[in-house]
Structures are given as structure tokens and as C-alpha cells.
């Protein structure tokens, strides 16, 4: 099996651990982590982003970031291409993916989760538990879909959103770029950039 790094120590990235060992695809050889964390499960924390450049030398050429934070994620993603890594995918088992959807690189697919039919899922983006995208459904790069949502139908969802767990999104919205939904929220209008917004119906709050 191809050796594969993981960056973070975290819940997310026990998470995102739990599927690569299901799925027996790569050989997990440690996680890239801070000074104050440790690993679990026997897997030990191997070094720091400084390190990155020699593991590199070392031989493993696939890593993937397990960092909820988006702006995080797509940091150390963009600092592990330009090193030469290649991001895997990380797709439960237990999730349904279209044969016609598409997805790029470093996406993790949560168990529970399905992805309909000519849906495009942006490099780095978050697919969480329990999560719906339906039909023609875009996402954005580095866009985080927390559990429980669901996205209806020929929507778009611009680059690094952050949707909260239980959003709900009626067919045919537009959602610009870096955009915070509250859990909960039910989103029946479209959303300019960077706004935040809450609530049934959802509304702006910044």
C-alpha cells in the first residue's frame, strides 16, 4: 500500500482516520501535528509542518490535511503541492456517491452521506455526516458541509463556506464565497460573499 501522512491531531482527524483504516487503501505512517499534541491509536505524531519538505525527501508522496478550518486547510494544502505530495481522497464506505458526480482532491466524505448525480465537489472541501448534495449541486474549494445538511438540487456554493450542522438549502440558490451559516438555518434566498446569516428563513447578521 502507497504510505500517506496525515496533517492534524484532532477529533476531525480521527474521524478522517477511522475511514482510511476501514478502508485499508494507505498506509497511515503518522501525523503532522504541534508541539502539544500527541497521536492515538498507535499512531504517533511524526513531525511539524517544518518537516514536511524531509518526509517528503524520505519517500511518502501522499498526505491529507484533517483540519476542520478552512482557511487552515487550504494553507497546508497548497504548502504540500508545492512540495509535490498528492492529496488523496478520503470517501467512507458507508457513503453513496453518483457515478456522474465529480469530485477533485483532498475531500473527505463522511459515512451517511450522499452525493447525486452530476454534483461537483471543489478540491479540500468537507462532507460531513449525514450530509445530502443533491442533483447539479456545486461546491466550492475548501468549503466545509457540516452534518446533518442538506443541499438541495442545482445549487451553488461558492469557496471556503462554512455551512453549520442541520443547514438547509431550497434548489437553485446561490451561495458566494466565504459564507457562514448557522446551524440550523434554512437558506431560501441567495447569500453575497462573506456575509453571515442565521435563523428560519436565514438572514444576514453582519
Known amino acids: 500500500m502507497n504510505k500517506v501522512i496525515i ?49 517528503y525527501e524520505e519517500g511518502i508522496r ?33 457513503a453513496v456517491i453518483s457515478a456522474h458526480a465529480k469530485l477533485e482532491t483532498g475531500i473527505v466524505v463522511m459515512p451517511g452521506a450522499v452525493i447525486n448525480a452530476e454534483a461537483h465537489i471543489g478540491e479540500g472541501c468537507i462532507i460531513n455526516t449525514n450530509t445530502s448534495i443533491d442533483h447539479d449541486d ?29 443547514t438547509n438549502v431550497i434548489d437553485s440558490i446561490v451561495i458566494e464565497d466565504e459564507v457562514t451559516v448557522g446551524a440550523g438555518s434554512v437558506v431560501i434566498r441567495n447569500i453575497p460573499k462573506g456575509a453571515k446569516v442565521v435563523g428560519v428563513p436565514a438572514h444576514q447578521i453582519n
Open 138 to 166: 456545486i461546491i466550492g474549494q475548501y468549503s466545509h458541509i457540516a452534518p446533518g445538511s442538506s443541499i438541495s438540487g442545482s445549487t451553488k456554493i461558492g469557496c471556503g463556506c462554512f455551512l453549520g450542522t442541520g
Open 62 to 94: 501522499y498526505a491529507f490535511v484533517a483540519i476542520g478550518n478552512n482557511v487552515v486547510r487550504k494553507k497546508l494544502s497548497n504548502k504540500l503541492k508545492d512540495i509535490g505530495y498528492e492529496l488523496i481522497n478520503v470517501i467512507s464506505k458507508y
Open 7 to 55: 496533517l492534524g491531531a484532532s477529533g476531525h482527524a480521527r474521524s478522517v482516520l477511522d475511514i482510511i483504516r476501514q478502508n485499508n487503501e494507505y498506509e497511515i505512517c503518522g501525523l503532522i501535528a504541534g508541539q502539544e499534541e500527541t497521536g492515538f491509536w498507535g499512531i504517533p505524531v511524526i513531525g511539524q509542518d517544518s518537516d514536511l519538505q524531509r518526509i
